[in-house]
């Protein structure tokens, strides 16, 4: 399963509807998720994944405290 945050929207998807294998770097995932975005890459720049220990991602905007 793969979280996504982006602007404000959240989306569950699986794996398989993008591609993604548990292989792949964060930048080759990045890409995958810009184009089910519809987005540039470069818009998920500053975005973190996290990936759980049962294989989960949970892809986000770069917490920022202060």
């Known amino acids: 399963m793969i979280h ?3 602007e404000g929207r959240s989306y569950d998807l699986a794996e398989t509807q993008l591609g993604i294998l548990a292989t792949m770097s ?3 995932i990045k890409r995958q998720l810009a184009g089910y ?3 540039a ?6 975005y973190v994944i996290d ?5 989960d991602l949970i892809v986000r905007p770069e917490a ?3």
């Not at 890459?41 to 500053?46: I, R």
């Not at 990936?51 to 294989?55: E, H, I, L, T, V």
């Open 4 to 6: 996504i945050r982006y």
């Open 26 to 28: 964060d930048a080759q």
């Open 37 to 39: 975005l519809d987005v």
């Open 41 to 46: 890459p470069a818009a998920l720049a500053a």
């Open 51 to 55: 990936r759980g220990p049962n294989g």
């Open 64 to 66: 920022v405290y202060g």
